[in-house]
């Protein structure tokens, strides 16, 4: 069993950054891992992925030139760097990881164990 716990979420002006962390305990292994998000009202998202060794990276479209994943293998962490932060970013956001290599990285569907999310909230 795989534990996540984020961290670094707040409240930030627009146009303001923050970075969140993800650290995973629990499994000598860890294959993916990535970062997915859910606004009130809305279906979960799929913001940014990346492999275990760090060479592929997705983002999605809507984050892309703004959002940095990232992760360090050796403490099993992982983190999103978010730059130019719009009211549209405000979500609870949630970190994902699995122990088995499968072919895609960008859907819910791809992951086995998730944290308990962390509120990022940005304000106009």
């Known amino acids: 069993q795989v534990q996540l716990v984020e961290s670094g979420g707040g409240l930030v002006q627009a146009g303001g950054s923050l970075r969140l962390s993800c650290a995973a305990s629990?499994?000598?292994?860890?294959?993916?891992m990535g970062w997915f998000r859910q606004a009130p009202g809305k279906e979960r998202e799929f913001v940014a992925a990346?492999?275990?060794?760090?060479?592929?990276?997705h983002y999605s479209e809507s984050v892309k030139g703004r959002f940095i994943i990232s992760r360090d293998i050796g403490k099993n962490m992982m983190y999103l760097q978010m730059n130019s932060l719009k009211p549209a970013d405000t979500a609870v956001y949630y970190c994902?990881?699995?122990?088995?290599?499968?072919?895609?990285?960008?859907?819910?569907?791809?992951?086995?164990?998730w944290g308990q999310g962390t509120q990022v909230t940005v304000s106009s």
């Open positions: 629990g499994a000598p292994y860890i294959d993916a």
């Open positions: 990346i492999s275990p060794n760090s060479i592929n990276i």
């Open positions: 994902a990881t699995r122990r088995r290599t499968m072919g895609t990285m960008t859907t819910e569907y791809d992951y086995d164990f």
